[in-house]
């Protein structure tokens, strides 16, 4: 390991421990402690938070987990995971709590309406963390942040049971990609070796999240991808979906997240793209088939919403 490596290592190691600390300390003076996942969370941002609030439940702490989305709600893929009667909506946080410790947040917009408490933490994976908190444990190296929760429980003294591994494992097949992406190193696997001795069933898990669809999904689907479209000029292939289409099928633009992962298997193109209508916006994601981003953007200047996208 070459020298700056192992002083990125031991910055992780150094602040992983402090984290250890500002929790220990907010256990033993009593304060309230609230866990954040970033706005419309994620399997790997829900289940870090709720894998460390059901650890520290243990611990005879007192907790609260929230996230911001309008409305608030869970993602119906994550309905499974445990200790979900410790979610409270933003807007009912009227004191300020202890310790604020917010999970897979790369910057504080990831936040969005809430707002920070006297002290807090961030534990992120993100190589783009902004840092923007108090105490920042940031290791771009971690294939989910769920797996560095993994090392604070462990520090806490805290063991692995079913409910706490469910969490965590689906933190991490949810940003390996059910351990197909290159972030899947010999050590996600030995973590999912641990978690799977706990006995969770990791074949309902990937059912819930990835293989349980309403059938009015399957037909937008289909819809959607007959109207794609392939621009070699561009290694791109693109699509969109109007509201009207998503109100039709009876469904909401989180339900058809995974849509773009269909998109981008085409072989001739390298980015993938999205068009989903939101009111007079029309947002997009991104997918290359080595990262993933997502932006936001009104139609060309001088083109109505309406007028778009253009007729085939
Ligand atoms: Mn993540």
């Known amino acids: 390991m070459g020298r700056a490596m192992s002083d990125a290592r031991d910055l992780v190691a150094g602040d992983r421990a ?29 289940g870090s938070a709720l894998a460390l609030a059901l650890a520290l439940r243990t611990l005879g702490c007192r907790l609260r987990v929230s996230f911001d989305a309008e409305p608030f709600a869970v993602l119906r893929t994550l309905h499974f995971l445990a200790g979900q009667e410790l979610l409270v909506d933003p807007v009912t946080i009227t004191t300020r709590p202890g310790l604020v410790v917010c999970l897979d947040t790369a910057s504080r917009s990831r936040l969005a309406r809430i707002t920070s408490g006297s002290m807090v933490v961030v534990v992120d994976h993100h190589a783009s963390n902004t840092r923007f908190s108090d105490l920042n444990l940031v290791d771009s190296e971690a294939a989910s942040t769920s797996a560095m929760v993994v090392d604070l429980i462990d520090a806490l003294g805290v063991a692995l049971d079913a409910d706490l591994a469910a969490a965590i ?29 706990t006995g969770i069933r990791h074949d309902l898990i990937s059912r819930a999240l990835w293989d349980t669809h309403r059938f009015g999904y399957l037909k937008l689907l289909g819809e959607v991808l007959g109207c ?3 621009e070699p000029e561009h290694d791109l292939a693109w699509t969109w979906c109007a509201q009207a289409d998503l109100r039709n099928a009876g469904l909401d633009y989180d339900e058809i997240e995974g849509f773009i992962d269909t998109l981008r298997t085409a072989s001739e193109a390298e980015v993938a793209l999205i068009c989903k209508q939101e009111g007079d916006v029309w947002k997009v994601s991104v997918r290359s088939r080595g990262a993933s981003t997502s932006v936001r953007c009104a139609p060309a200047s001088g083109v109505a919403a309406t007028a778009w996208p253009p007729a085939s």
């Open 18 to 46: 402090a984290v250890v600390a500002a929790l220990t300390a907010a256990l033993d003076a009593g304060d309230d402690i609230l866990l954040v996942a970033h706005v419309n969370p994620d399997g790997d941002s829900l």
């Open 169 to 197: 494992y689906t933190g991490l097949v949810t940003d390996t990609g059910s351990f197909r992406f290159a972030a899947t190193t010999p050590a996600v696997h030995r973590l999912a070796a641990r978690l799977l001795a």
């Open 228 to 230: 794609a479209r392939l």
